[in-house]
């Protein structure tokens, strides 16, 4: 299945302009589960209520956003106020500066994004992907997505570019739990570390590594597909039921595109 594009518009740098669209590079391996109620196996939804209106159910046009900065104290949001600082949806990834790959800590990498050539931007697409990968340099830019600005380093891999977006250096915590400088002094014991870390140094090979509660689950999944008719919701209404799907395919569907099992 085709990545589904999030974003499209162009990567630009000095007169460098190339058209692209941004899609999924990693799919999520989380698997999630539906909430349903044990007695009809209706799916539950969610509602806001009020403690001090004796629970009472809030309607949407009765929600407000608020910003606690101490405990039961607010300060109120609009949404046309929250609209006044929310910069407009980037048509451009400007890069404006390149940096060495190698000083960029890896406690700053986000979320990753492919990014795929559109029609007409094909040459220089590849050019880039080929030049940053062989100079091991990331581009740096500012990117607006989804109402919020991301920073983002533009890279080459495997002969595409590729999007991460970064922490920004307030987002990052101090080292917790490292030890004085000065308490490391065993001559002995860091020989001992050094070559235990040799003993056990290789080439990095992903494919060795699984998640295995997650293969367990989807195991499970299966084999309760294969044995069990699955459980329908009731009908509310007067809407129609429709006949019970293919769990077995609609499972298989799931891992394919990530949606539902993740």
């Known amino acids: 299945m085709a990545p589904q594009g999030i974003?499209?518009?162009t990567v630009s740098f000095s007169l460098v302009a190339i058209p692209v669209q941004l899609v999924r590079a990693v799919s999520p391996g989380r698997i999630s589960f539906r909430l349903l109620h044990d007695a009809d196996y209706a799916p539950l939804a969610r509602q806001?209520?009020?403690?001090?209106?004796e629970e009472a159910a809030v309607p949407a046009e009765e929600i407000a956003r608020g910003y606690e900065i101490a405990p039961d104290r607010y300060i109120p949001l609009t949404d046309e106020e929250l609209a006044s600082v929310t910069p407009e949806r980037s048509r451009t990834i400007e890069i404006v500066e390149f940096i060495d790959l190698a000083e960029l800590d890896p406690l700053y990498f986000d979320?990753?994004?492919?990014?795929v050539p559109l029609k007409g931007g094909e040459k220089s697409y590849r050019l880039l992907a080929e030049v940053l990968q062989r100079t091991n340099r990331a581009g740096l830019?500012?990117?607006?997505?989804v109402e919020r600005e991301y920073l983002v380093a533009v890279t080459g891999h495997g002969g595409a570019l590729t999007v991460t977006t970064l922490h920004y250096p307030g987002e990052i915590l101090p080292a917790a739990?490292?030890?004085?400088?000065?308490?490391?002094?065993?001559?002995?014991l860091q020989e001992r570390m050094q070559e235990a870390i040799a003993r056990l140094t290789t080439d990095f090979?992903?494919?060795?590594?699984?998640?295995?509660?997650?293969?367990?689950?989807?195991?499970?999944?299966?084999?309760?597909?294969?044995?069990?008719?699955?459980?329908?919701?009731p009908v509310s209404g007067e809407e129609e039921a429709e006949g019970p799907p293919?769990?077995?395919?609609?499972?298989?569907?799931?891992?394919?595109?990530?949606?539902?099992?993740?």
């Open 7 to 9: 974003w499209s518009g």
């Open 48 to 53: 806001m209520f009020c403690p001090e209106r």
């Open 111 to 115: 979320h990753p994004y492919y990014l």
């Open 141 to 145: 830019a500012k990117f607006v997505l």
């Open 177 to 188: 739990g490292s030890a004085p400088r000065e308490a490391v002094s065993d001559a002995k």
């Open 205 to 233: 090979a992903p494919g060795k590594y699984a998640d295995e509660r997650r293969e367990k689950l989807l195991a499970l999944l299966r084999r309760k597909a294969a044995e069990q008719a699955p459980v329908t919701a």
């Open 246 to 262: 293919d769990l077995v395919t609609a499972l298989e569907e799931a891992m394919r595109d990530m949606k539902r099992v993740r």
